[in-house]
């Protein structure tokens, strides 16, 4: 018998919204280390944690395409002469998709499940249907699910994309102060839905606090699309 | 109490092996197959890499070659027909996805590079699949999405689930690691006291985990259970591992707990064992912890087929089966001198041991540690 799972909690950025100030919470050296994305990252995570009263949550898990896109581009521009210096390692380490999850979990010391996914357009979805099973198989409490992406310039030319998403949300088991349930996460193959105007994980942040039921689609011109079902509370 | 998650077949590919028998004669002699590249085109040419033995076909991912190939042999072994595959899920873990196109094509557009894609790709070639995502947690991603699959089973949610990883080498994650000073420029030595660093590799494995139900009204034959698993975070650095093995601790711990099963239970751990001066003794010392003085044999497969990274979670996943289904344990390659602050592996070829349990362990960047229990049905 799977638990019932809440939305408790939510930040998102509007794309191409004006950056935060991030004194608060990172010094000038931590924020000169990171890129913009990882900035947001931790912004959108400390408030959404912040409103759902948690330090440390026992999940962390994040959807990504393209993963710190602007890390992978700095380190493929000096490997392809683009770039007069070395290929740097920070870059490179910091260019993986789990970056901004793991990093997360450094920040907050939570040494629970921490997982990332990277599956087209429905990043996001597979992250919340992930936090969406820890929680209702009782194997957390509490997860924070994120949805991160960035597209630099070279990159963005190339892959004729633009993508500018950060947003993070607090799933629980309890019930009190609760945004709304989620009733259900799917995901689906080779369907014909109609392509979605906006990620997930925008729509989400739009539709809350939901009344009533709702379903919310996502998916791109990738094979799979999402299904998400809310119910206000 | 849950229902077992059972394993109905797998596929794997590697350096050492084109499929299971391959892999089992290299596994059994000890081979390492590690060389300089024939089919990567880099500026590291002297670096000693684990190729798998095909070759590039324009316009596709090796990714996806490699684990199409996996995919394959593991759907055909626990008999999947069209109709079950149609309602089966794939769960792949890559990190590179298909970087080889991009780079290879640069500066023209190669396709999307991206990991989803490269699963879609798989999932389009043996056709079905109702769902399918994209684990990516570095060099934990196939273990991950091992663990993803059999949650999933357990939720009832999919019945049948191909689960896995696949990752070729590139160009970019090659001078990554070179650029983080991790690749030695000889064959890899994992718990050596000379080791100094990791060769990598490539691969794919994917496994069929399916519910008790599933395998009954199919009258298939299981081969083993995933009896555990469990997923922790280092929490310590973006790509250094804890003097302590915290993460590594926590997540065969768990595993065990999980699997209803003590230390003393465990035959033989397929360890990380990257060769690294970094992990191998935090792997060590996490393994000291949770064994004290009566450590299994432990080995790392790594020196064979160097560290096919998000792949090699599910690889090394299936190099146990392949223990446990011929009653021999692979040997840690290229062990000679003792580290003090290292395990001492198992080295020994040729003997006959019986594997009831395993444990598997696959450690990625950012601490992102999973460890699997595997068990003799």
Known sequence: MMRKVYIRSFCALKPGAEEPDYKSLLTMMEARRMTPLMKRAVWTAAKALEEAG???????????QWGCLANTESFFKS??????RAPSPTHFMQSTHNTIASMLAIRLKCHGYNATYSHSEISFESALLDAFLQIGAGKADNALVGAYEEMPPLFGEMFHSTADVAAAFVLTAEAEGALCTLEDVQLLRGGNAAVPSKPLALSLAEALPCKGTLTLQGGGTGRSQSLIRLCGN | MPSRILITGFGVVSSIGRGKEESLVALR?????????????????????GEVDIPNRPGVPRTVLLGEMALREAVTEAKLGPADLAKAALISGTTVGGMDLTESAFPAYGGPHDCGSTTEAMADALGGFSMATTLSTACSSAANALILGAELIHAGKAEIVAAGGSECLSDYH?????SLMILDSELCRPFDKTRAGLNLGEGAAFLILESEESVLKRGVKPIAELAGYANACDAFHQ???????????????????????????????????????????????????????ALPPVSSTKGLTGHTTSASGSIEASFCLLA???????????????????????TALGESRSVNVALCNAFGFGGNDSSLCLKKV
């Open chain 1, 54 to 64: 948690l330090d440390c949550p026992q999940a962390i898990l994040c959807g990504t």
């Open chain 1, 79 to 84: 490997l392809h002469g683009l770039d007069e």
């Open chain 2, 29 to 49: 002699e000890g081979r390492r197959a590690l060389a300089t590249p024939r089919y990567l085109k880099t500026s590291l040419m002297h670096l000693p890499v």
């Open chain 2, 174 to 178: 090659l001078n990554g690691f070179n």
């Open chain 2, 239 to 293: 790509t250094a591992s804890s003097p302590d093995g915290e993460g590594a601790f926590l997540a065969m711990q768990a595993a065990l707990k999980m699997a209803g099963l003590q230390p003393g239970d465990v035959d033989y751990v397929n360890a990380h064992g990257t060769g690294t001066p970094n992990n191998d003794p935090s792997e060590s010392a996490a393994l000291r912890r949770l064994f004290g003085n």
């Open chain 2, 324 to 346: 446990m289904q011929h009653s021999f344990l692979p040997a840690n390659a290229g062990w000679t001198e003792a580290d003090p602050d290292c395990i001492l592996p198992y």
